[in-house]
């Protein structure tokens, strides 16, 4: 269900949107300054860890993105997949064997870990020492990507001491090999995420590791101050545009720590932020209606538009834990949250729409996500079935924790009116408990919580992705060890069946018949209860030009620049 907006601020977003894709394109770019500023952008969340393979939030994976390059990358426009580090592939007749072409002359960022301070040059051993260090590192999500897929990975991580994967290897400086277990349909698409990045051993052949990638922007050792993170331009990076400028334009790009919505767009209006990607609807209804002239104007101070995202919010459930190991009570539950209320009423139609099928997000193209079947509201139906549990009419049921990350007050406000509708159609007690997200991230992997708020955004745009958090492939036998990204601990044979045939399958049609078999399983046994799909709004200073949204929140700032000129704009086709 499409929610529509107020008047004024749909003929709004039409008017700016509807003749380009590219939304903050102002040409004539040989008119405008190259180099010199600092792009702000707000987070919500904040930022420790630098290393790829440790970071599981998508908070973290947006800077990142700015340090590290992978083999392969998602275009910014259609997230189709191109050459980075990489400058060609090929794949033998079996499907399993990867050979890539490697760019010459990419040479890591310059940094102290390297003899003289100077960066070396990129080379195949960097690919195959990437990859050890995955398959050899114990909890990290990067070996998720690759267990069981190249060949020799598993064997490494179960070693008692570091070993090289058998299936990489190395042809000269500037070709290397990678052989799979088995034909994979997703094996490229992993490649490009940033889990998969190239990172030199010298960042961490000693025990702290060193934020040095191929990218195009830097985290010297002042990058963190206070609530924000600088990183500043990559003076050696190895991309220029087409007249032949180096890359990248800004000096600097600049993220700041702000937890609140209502003081991101404080801070956009004092001209702090130039760009805001998740602003709740009821802010921008105020902003448009309070400085509508500002949007009129020509050229226009900011550019507005509201875009659908693969990300999905869900309850999740710890299934190994009373009383929600009991599939019955999950189902009840599910039952019983009006999911429409929430969007209409809570949210103020800051969403897609309620999530009424599964948990893979309609922005997910060339999948049919109408055709599964989800859980309906039927409070009948919810009594009855927690009655079948055994807590007819609530009773004995005990005091449930339901646990939410609570910087924004929107996951508080969803949570209390969940916590609403199941006392009232259930007579089931929750206690809300606010985390920040780290404890809340922590909780959800040590299997430490019985009930919470989640989203997930997606890696890489494949059911897959999404479907990962069901797959019980990966999950450890004890409690005392992390799970992730099934951190609900839900084990279901024919689910994983499912789920393995369809990541080996290339046939594109019938791989989708696959995973829509397994996510109808992942719904009907209700490990999850998806809620919302995700749709947000993004505000721009319309002084920034070239900058790409998109529905994976990957930004490309290679090429984003801030104009002082008052130009005015044109659309791209």
């Given amino acids: 269900m499409k929610l529509f907006l107020n008047s004024v601020l749909l003929l709004l977003i039409i008017s700016l949107f509807s003749c380009g894709n590219n939304v903050t394109d102002k040409t004539d770019k040989n008119t405008l300054g190259l180099y010199g500023d600092t792009l702000d952008i707000a987070l919500n969340q904040e930022v420790s860890l630098l290393d790829p393979i440790k970071v599981i939030d998508g908070y973290s994976l947006q800077v990142l993105g700015q340090i590290y390059e992978g083999l392969l990358k998602f275009n ?39 003899s003289g301070g100077k960066g070396r040059e990129f080379k195949a051993s960097d690919v195959k020492k990437t990859i050890n260090r995955i398959c050899n590192v114990a909890d990290n999500y990067s ?31 500037y070709t290397v090999r990678i052989t799979l277990t088995r034909p994979s349909a997703i094996f490229l698409q992993t490649l490009a995420t940033i889990s998969l990045a190239i990172v030199p051993f010298e960042a961490f052949k000693n025990e702290s590791f060193i934020a040095v990638g191929t990218g195009p922007f830097i985290a010297d050792e002042h990058f963190k101050e206070h609530n924000f993170i600088t990183l500043k331009r990559n003076p050696t990076y190895y991309i220029k545009d ?184 259930l007579n089931i007690n929750t206690e809300i408990v606010s985390l920040n997200f780290a404890e809340k991230l922590s909780l959800d992997r040590m299997a430490e919580g019985s009930m919470g708020i989640s989203a997930w955004l997606a890696d890489y745009p494949s059911p897959d992705n999404f479907l990962s958090i069901g797959y019980g492939g990966n999950i450890p036998s004890s409690l005392k060890d992390p799970s992730f990204p099934n951190t609900c601990r839900f084990q279901n044979q024919e689910f994983d069946n499912y789920y393995e045939q369809a990541i080996k399958t290339t ?67």
């Fill in 76 to 114: 910014d426009k259609d997230l189709s997949l191109e050459p980075m580090l990489a400058e060609s592939w090929t794949i033998d007749n079996s499907g399993t064997i990867y050979t890539f072409n490697l760019k010459k002359g990419v040479h890591f960022q310059d940094n102290k870990c390297f």
């Fill in 242 to 425: 087409e007249q032949g400028n180096q890359l990248p334009y800004l000096d600097a790009v600049r993220f700041h720590f702000v937890p609140s919505s209502q003081e991101r767009l404080n801070l956009f209006n004092k001209k702090v932020l130039d760009i805001i990607v998740d602003l709740p609807s009821a802010s921008i209804k105020d902003v448009v209606e309070n400085k509508i002239s500002d949007f009129e104007s020509k050229p226009p101070k900011y550019v507005l538009g509201r875009f659908p995202e693969l990300i999905t919010s869900y309850i999740e459930f710890n299934t190994k834990v009373a009383p929600f190991n009991n599939p019955k009570v999950r189902k009840a539950i599910a039952l019983a949250i009006d999911k429409t209320e929430l969007i209409d009423v809570v949210l103020n139609g800051e969403a897609y729409g309620p999530a009424i099928n599964g948990v893979v997000p309609p922005a997910l193209k060339n999948y049919d996500f109408e055709s599964v079947i989800g859980i309906e509201y039927n409070v009948e139906k919810a009594q009855k079935m927690l009655d079948e549990a055994g807590f007819k009419n609530g009773e004995k049921m005990p005091l449930i924790k339901f646990y939410i990350s609570g910087n924004e007050p929107q996951t508080l406000r969803v949570a209390l009116e969940i916590q609403k509708q199941l006392q009232l159609n």
């Fill in 507 to 573: 046939d594109e049609v019938k791989r989708n018949e696959l995973y829509l078999a397994a996510e109808q399983i992942l719904i009907n046994e209700a490990p999850i209860i998806p809620l919302w799909y995700f749709e947000n709004y993004r505000l721009f200073q319309s002084s920034i030009i070239d900058y790409q949204p998109n529905v994976m929140h990957i930004h490309n700032l290679t090429k984003v620049r801030i104009s002082n000129l008052e130009a005015n704009p044109t659309e791209t086709n």
């Fill in 143 to 173: 070996y998720n990507l690759l267990k069981d897929k190249i060949v020799g990975a598993s064997a490494c991580y179960n070693s008692s001491e570091i070993k090289e994967v058998e299936g990489v290897k190395i042809i000269d400086d």
